[in-house]
């Protein structure tokens, strides 16, 4: 790790242009995110409810600031606009929402960076969570928002632009969550929701609910509230996976140029992967025979050409087909209750006190079962290809496929998460016009997380099959019904695995803040010390329990433990195998591993105690008798980090800790003039940082891919990202929440990351044989043993800065005009990015997850109790990993992401004569049932498609 990196010039140059600017005025004060004594802000009074309400306040927030920021608020407590808070931050310009495979929101990016590079905190004090979503590893700073209840938080505002009073931490911006307090509203107030949804894959019923109280005196001194959440949702998700794509890999006799039956050239097999390897001889089993095949036969060049009409051996070993194609079946249960708690005391005029805390806990259980058809390598051989249709990208679309096998995968998932969050402070003023201000704060957070994940995987007779892929592949096999559980499954080639993991994630901070001057016109000074700990622990006693398996369960008795499933295929008695097998026991004993094979997430831990102090000026000046707004300032952070993991030395397991400190400065200013009555000019420049992510850094080397082809490293002595920004915009505001603003932004990043490749053989990998699984010994020895070569992944700091430029538009205009009530939003993102420097192409083949485009609109309508809202959000696809990093292993494939556009609806009627004036609600999510897809170079070789279905939900809410 390097000590005391270096200050730039352009860091010095800005540090010292804002300490310039500031000694000759005050700057205005950008409003900070809520915290310690501080009320929900006085807006202009408005007329309108709901939806057009929350959107004035937001406009108003916007306008009022010093730097970028954007705002949404709730009506009231316990009526946020969304229901979820991902999908509620999606509506803001430049941000990106990550679904997972059920399609809820989970994480956001902004302005064109990965999730981890954005900032979370709540209540200004810094959220980590430790959980996973259903198909998400989440192993760096991402933040899973799905475990805070809407109704617990009454304001978001996304930081574009930094402050020195801010957290460090996130370069692309800074989300900040404000949680309900009783003098949002004071006086006593009661509010209600219940909701049922029905989701079309699963077609169940899910019921959620919520009840807020909250009271204070009539002295106005004292306040409490307090809140309850509670959403028991059925799971129901289907879709299709690759798991990678491959081609055949041919020996010297099946190429044409040789007589080794195992030697594979690359020479004969151009694009890479491979792992298609097929038998040397036409294997004697009924479906060869029922395929007119002659057991025995050699496949040589010859005969596969002969095989195929029309293809020649260079078509032939090119030709791509689905590594594991297979249907996939998720389905169970998503509990979630939260409890939130705040009092407020405020004995005098310049004294408050507030504590805040809330507690989420969920259960998850998901039964997740595919039958994958066997492409890679598995056992002594793979299927036999006849007939082959290819398109121009040698992508195969249609084929007989013999000797080919199926296998089960059943895994029934069960996580458990917890959340704590404690936020105590208080607000001091002195002076005879208390134009002193001291802020004190204390955060603690804890978040907790368990997923059990045991797997049975059961194989196939062989079978010869129709293959078709019209953009997705199927196929059809004949005689075989994989849905009949006495179709003479067995354990040959088959397996169980037995993994648990653990994480536990830990953040605290105590800062002290001390303003001079009033809230337009001030200078503030503060100290803060954070301390962030994250442990990942995997347990796997997968050969343990197998061998126990095997000896009580003989292939005679293994349909007696199958049922027929829900989406054409079998599944597992999951109840009567574990009893019978005694996975109890295993289980309760399971030992600690380097790897959670459930996610592929590495074992070990990261702990960084961070000191921070700032000084920032604010305050206002004249220019041509115009309103100008200033913050500057100056921030220092210094980080001490320990990075710790399992690594075997000498064939031993130890856990290795490595030390590493940095130190930064980290300059701001900002400022708005308001050259008309109703348009603001704003700029920004600043200096950000990001810490390097976790999951990059840990010294453990894991190898939780079953077929024994690529390893991940961790790279303790990377760098911390650093940013320079600049963003410039203009606002014109048209009355009530009617806006039209344009920003221009820019980042130049340096420290950027990217994914290395290299290929060793496994025997310096530094992982004992006794590490691997039995199938991936099986892997191992088919591919060379220990001389095997190995795709070892491992991030580096590239030689290069990445230069991201974007602008950004929002317009929202009311439309009374044409009808009362009606009105629009939508923004537009456009973001370009350029590498630049020694290692540029590298850093260009490794951006990933980055949406060059993104808008969302909203067509809303609300006319005394009655407000509908149609909203679409729409994302342009983008590469999702490294050319080359696919499990198939193909040189030239790269995953991209699909592009998705999603409509909504949320519609409601108020019946205000009515006791607690109960507010009717319709919500339908997906309308267009649009699936979540992404692709390998071409878009009729999908990796992953999930159907999430179309949900509808119908409640009711009110208050008194």
């Given at each position: 790790?390097?000590?005391?990196?270096?200050?730039?010039?352009?860091?010095?140059?800005?540090?010292?242009?804002?300490?310039?600017?500031?000694?000759?005025?005050?700057?205005?004060?950008?409003a900070?995110?809520?915290?310690?004594?501080?009320?929900?802000?006085?807006?202009?009074?408005?007329?309108?409810?709901?939806?057009?309400?929350?959107?004035?306040?937001s406009?108003?927030?916007?306008?009022?600031?010093?730097?970028?920021?954007?705002?949404?608020?709730?009506?009231?407590?316990?009526?946020?606009?969304?229901?979820?808070?991902?999908?509620?931050?999606?509506?803001?310009?430049?941000?990106?929402?990550?679904?997972?495979?059920?399609?809820?929101?989970?994480?956001?990016?902004?302005?064109?960076?990965?999730?981890?590079?954005?900032?979370?905190?709540?209540?200004?004090?810094?959220?980590?969570?430790?959980?996973?979503?259903?198909?998400?590893?989440?192993?760096?700073?991402?933040?899973d928002?799905?475990?805070?209840?809407?109704?617990?938080?009454?304001?978001?505002?996304?930081?574009?632009?930094?402050?020195?009073?801010?957290?460090e931490?996130?370069?692309?911006?800074?989300?900040?969550?404000?949680?309900?307090?009783?003098?949002?509203?004071?006086?006593?107030?009661?509010?209600?929701?219940?909701?049922?949804?029905?989701?079309?894959?699963?077609?169940?019923?899910?019921?959620?609910?919520?009840?807020?109280?909250?009271?204070?005196?009539?002295?106005?001194?004292?306040?409490?509230?307090?809140?309850?959440?509670?959403?028991r949702?059925?799971?129901?998700?289907?879709?299709?996976?690759?798991?990678?794509?491959?081609n055949?890999?041919?020996?010297e006799?099946?190429?044409?140029?040789?007589?080794?039956?195992?030697?594979?050239?690359?020479?004969?097999?151009?694009?890479?992967?491979?792992?298609?390897?097929?038998?040397?001889t036409?294997?004697?089993?009924?479906?060869?025979?029922?395929?007119?095949?002659?057991?025995?036969?050699?496949?040589?060049?010859?005969?596969?050409?002969?095989?195929?009409?029309?293809?020649?051996?260079?078509?032939?070993?090119?030709?791509?087909?689905?590594?594991?194609?297979?249907?996939?079946?998720?389905?169970?249960?998503?509990?979630?209750?939260?409890?939130?708690?705040?009092v407020?005391?405020?004995?005098s005029?310049?004294?408050?006190?507030?504590?805040?805390?809330?507690?989420?806990?969920?259960?998850?259980?998901?039964?997740?079962?595919?039958m994958?058809?066997?492409?890679?390598t598995?056992?002594?051989?793979?299927?036999?290809?006849?007939?082959?249709?290819l398109?121009?990208n040698?992508?195969?679309?249609s084929?007989?496929?013999?000797?080919?096998?199926?296998?089960?995968?059943?895994?029934p998932?069960?996580?458990?998460?917890?959340?704590?969050?404690?936020?105590?402070?208080?607000?001091?003023?002195?002076?005879?016009?208390?134009?002193?201000?001291?802020?004190?704060?204390g955060?603690?957070s804890?978040?907790?997380?368990?997923?059990?994940?045991?797997?049975?995987l059961?194989?196939?007779?062989?079978?010869?099959?129709?293959?078709?892929?019209?953009?997705?592949?199927?196929?059809?096999?004949?005689?075989?019904?994989?849905?009949?559980?006495?179709?003479?499954?067995?354990?040959?080639?088959?397996?169980?695995?037995?993994n648990?993991?653990?994480?536990?994630?830990?953040?605290?901070?105590?800062?002290?803040?001390?303003?001079?001057?009033?809230?337009?016109?001030?200078?503030k000074?503060?100290?803060?010390?954070?301390?962030?700990?994250?442990?990942?622990?995997?347990?796997?006693?997968?050969?343990?329990?197998?061998?126990?398996?095997?000896?009580?369960?003989?292939?005679?008795?293994?349909?007696?433990?199958?049922?027929?499933?829900?989406?054409?295929?079998?599944?597992?008695?999951?109840?009567?195998?574990?009893?019978?097998?005694?996975?109890?026991?295993?289980?309760?004993?399971?030992?600690?591993?380097?790897?959670?094979?459930?996610?592929?997430?590495?074992?070990?831990?990261?702990?960084?105690?961070?000191?921070?102090?700032?000084?920032?000026?604010?305050?206002?000046?004249?220019?041509?008798?115009?309103?100008?707004?200033?913050?500057?300032?100056?921030?220092?952070?210094?980080?001490?980090?320990?990075?710790?993991?399992?690594?075997?030395?000498?064939?031993?397991?130890?856990?290795?800790?490595?030390?590493?400190t940095?130190?930064?400065?980290?300059?701001?200013?900002?400022?708005?003039?308001?050259?008309?009555?109703?348009?603001?000019?704003?700029?920004?420049?600043?200096?950000t940082?990001?810490?390097?992510?976790?999951?990059?850094?840990?010294?453990?080397?894991?190898?939780?891919?079953?077929?024994?082809?690529?390893?991940?490293?961790?790279?303790?002595?990377?760098?911390?990202?650093?940013?320079?920004?600049?963003?410039?915009?203009?606002?014109?505001?048209?009355?009530?929440?009617?806006m039209?603003?344009?920003?221009?932004?820019?980042?130049?990043?340096?420290?950027?990351?990217?994914?290395?490749?290299?290929?060793?053989?496994?025997?310096?990998?530094?992982?004992?044989?006794?590490?691997?699984?039995?199938?991936?010994?099986?892997?191992?020895?088919?591919?060379?043993?220990?001389?095997?070569?190995?795709?070892?992944?491992?991030?580096?700091?590239?030689?290069?800065?990445?230069?991201?430029?974007?602008?950004?538009?929002?317009?929202?205009?009311?439309?009374?005009?044409?009808?009362?009530?009606?009105?629009?939003?939508?923004?537009?993102?456009?973001?370009?990015?350029?590498?630049?420097?020694?290692?540029?192409?590298?850093?260009?083949?490794?951006?990933?997850?980055?949406?060059?485009?993104?808008?969302?609109?909203?067509?809303?309508?609300?006319?005394?109790?009655?407000?509908?809202?149609?909203?679409?959000?729409?994302?342009?696809?983008?590469?999702?990993?490294?050319?080359?990093?696919?499990?198939?292993?193909?040189?030239?494939?790269?995953?991209f992401?699909?592009?998705?556009?999603?409509?909504?609806?949320?519609?409601?009627?108020?019946?205000?004569n009515?006791?607690?004036?109960?507010?009717?609600?319709?919500?339908?999510?997906n309308?267009?049932?649009?699936?979540?897809?992404?692709?390998?170079?071409?878009?009729?070789?999908?990796?992953?498609?999930?159907?999430?279905?179309?949900?509808?939900?119908?409640?009711?809410?009110?208050?008194?």
């Amino acid at each position: 790790m390097k000590k005391n990196l270096c200050k730039t010039e352009l860091s010095r140059a800005l540090g010292m242009l804002c300490l310039a600017m500031a000694s000759g005025a005050v700057f205005a004060q950008e409003a900070a995110p809520q915290t310690a004594g501080e009320e929900a802000v006085q807006l202009d009074t408005v007329t309108v409810r709901g939806f057009r309400q929350s959107l004035q306040y937001s406009t108003e927030a916007k306008r009022d600031a010093t730097g970028f920021t954007d705002s949404i608020f709730s009506e009231d407590i316990g009526k946020f606009p969304d229901l979820n808070i991902a999908e509620s931050l999606n509506r803001i310009p430049g941000i990106q929402l990550d679904r997972d495979v059920n399609g809820e929101g989970l994480n956001v990016a902004i302005r064109g960076l990965p999730s981890s590079f954005t900032k979370t905190l709540i209540n200004g004090g810094d959220a980590y969570t430790a959980s996973i979503g259903l198909n998400r590893g989440n192993q760096n700073r991402e933040v899973d928002l799905n475990l805070f209840p809407t109704e617990f938080f009454n304001k978001l505002t996304v930081y574009k632009s930094p402050q020195a009073s801010l957290p460090e931490g996130g370069i692309s911006g800074v989300v900040d969550m404000r949680s309900v307090r009783p003098f949002d509203n004071p006086g006593t107030h009661v509010s209600y929701a219940a909701q049922l949804d029905h989701n079309s894959i699963g077609e169940k019923i899910s019921p959620r609910g919520s009840l807020i109280g909250s009271w204070t005196n009539d002295e106005g001194t004292f306040g409490a509230l307090l809140g309850v959440s509670s959403v028991r949702t059925k799971l129901s998700v289907r879709g299709w996976e690759s798991v990678g794509w491959m081609n055949p890999g041919l020996n010297e006799v099946q190429c044409g140029i040789g007589t080794s039956l195992t030697n594979r050239p690359a020479s004969c097999n151009p694009g890479g992967g491979g792992s298609l390897q097929m038998p040397d001889t036409v294997p004697n089993n009924a479906s060869t025979i029922a395929a007119g095949l002659t057991p025995g036969d050699v496949i040589d060049a010859d005969w596969l050409m002969a095989q195929n009409p029309g293809l020649g051996i260079g078509q032939i070993t090119e030709a791509l087909f689905p590594r594991l194609g297979r249907p996939v079946d998720m389905s169970g249960e998503r509990d979630r209750d939260a409890v939130i708690g705040s009092v407020e005391w405020r004995p005098s005029d310049t004294m408050h006190f507030y504590l805040d805390a809330m507690y989420s806990t969920a259960e998850y259980s998901n039964s997740r079962i595919d039958m994958n058809l066997v492409g890679r390598t598995f056992g002594p051989s793979g299927f036999i290809p006849l007939d082959m249709q290819l398109d121009s990208n040698n992508v195969v679309t249609s084929a007989t496929l013999t000797n080919a096998q199926f296998f089960l995968e059943a895994r029934p998932y069960r996580d458990e998460v917890q959340y704590w969050n404690v936020n105590p402070g208080a607000t001091f003023w002195f002076g005879d016009a208390q134009d002193v201000r001291l802020d004190v704060q204390g955060t603690w957070s804890r978040s907790w997380f368990f997923r059990e994940s045991p797997t049975i995987l059961v194989t196939s007779p062989f079978t010869t099959l129709e293959y078709t892929n019209n953009g997705q592949p199927t196929w059809t096999t004949g005689g075989l019904d994989l849905n009949d559980p006495n179709a003479g499954w067995s354990w040959a080639g088959g397996r169980v695995n037995l993994n648990n993991e653990k994480r536990v994630t830990e953040a605290g901070r105590l800062r002290a803040d001390l303003q001079f001057g009033d809230d337009r016109n001030n200078v503030k000074v503060g100290v803060a010390y954070d301390n962030f700990r994250r442990t990942i622990v995997g347990f796997d006693n997968s050969g343990a329990w197998q061998t126990n398996v095997l000896a009580t369960l003989s292939d005679s008795q293994l349909a007696s433990y199958l049922r027929p499933g829900p989406y054409g295929f079998i599944t597992a008695d999951y109840a009567a195998f574990m009893r019978d097998t005694d996975y109890a026991t295993y289980f309760a004993n399971a030992p600690e591993s380097n790897t959670s094979a459930s996610v592929g997430a590495a074992s070990g831990g990261v702990e960084e105690k961070n000191l921070a102090a700032y000084i920032e000026f604010n305050g206002t000046n004249e220019i041509w008798n115009r309103e100008l707004r200033f913050n500057a300032g100056l921030r220092w952070i210094d980080t001490d980090q320990t990075i710790s993991g399992p690594v075997s030395l000498g064939g031993e397991r130890v856990w290795q800790e490595l030390d590493g400190t940095y130190n930064e400065w980290l300059p701001s200013f900002s400022a708005a003039w308001d050259v008309a009555d109703d348009v603001v000019l704003r700029m920004a420049a600043s200096r950000t940082l990001t810490r390097p992510n976790p999951r990059s850094m840990l010294p453990a080397t894991t190898f939780s891919d079953p077929s024994a082809e690529i390893a991940n490293q961790g790279n303790p002595n990377l760098s911390p990202y650093l940013s320079t920004n600049f963003d410039f915009g203009a606002e014109w505001y048209t009355g009530n929440e009617g806006m039209l603003a344009l920003s221009l932004f820019n980042k130049r990043i340096e420290g950027y990351t990217y994914e290395g490749i290299n290929r060793i053989p496994f025997s310096r990998l530094g992982i004992p044989l006794s590490a691997l699984t039995d199938g991936q010994r099986a892997a191992l020895e088919a591919n060379g043993g220990q001389d095997a070569l190995i795709g070892v992944r491992q991030q580096v700091n590239a030689d290069a800065t990445l230069d991201i430029r974007g602008w950004e538009a929002i317009w929202v205009q009311p439309l009374n005009f044409v009808f009362d009530g009606l009105g629009f939003m939508a923004n537009y993102t456009h973001i370009d990015l350029k590498p630049v420097g020694q290692e540029a192409d590298q850093l260009a083949g490794n951006l990933f997850g980055i949406a060059p485009v993104m808008w969302n609109a909203t067509l809303y309508w609300e006319k005394n109790d009655a407000a509908v809202r149609l909203s679409y959000n729409w994302t342009e696809g983008s590469a999702q990993r490294a050319r080359g990093n696919n499990e198939g292993g193909i040189v030239y494939g790269q995953f991209f992401g699909e592009d998705r556009g999603q409509l909504d609806l949320s519609a409601s009627y108020s019946f205000r004569n009515l006791p607690t004036k109960p507010q009717l609600t319709l919500n339908v999510i997906n309308i267009t049932d649009e699936p979540i897809r992404n692709y390998l170079s071409f878009k009729n070789v999908p990796g992953d498609i999930y159907e999430p279905g179309v949900t509808v939900m119908l409640g009711v809410r009110g208050s008194f």
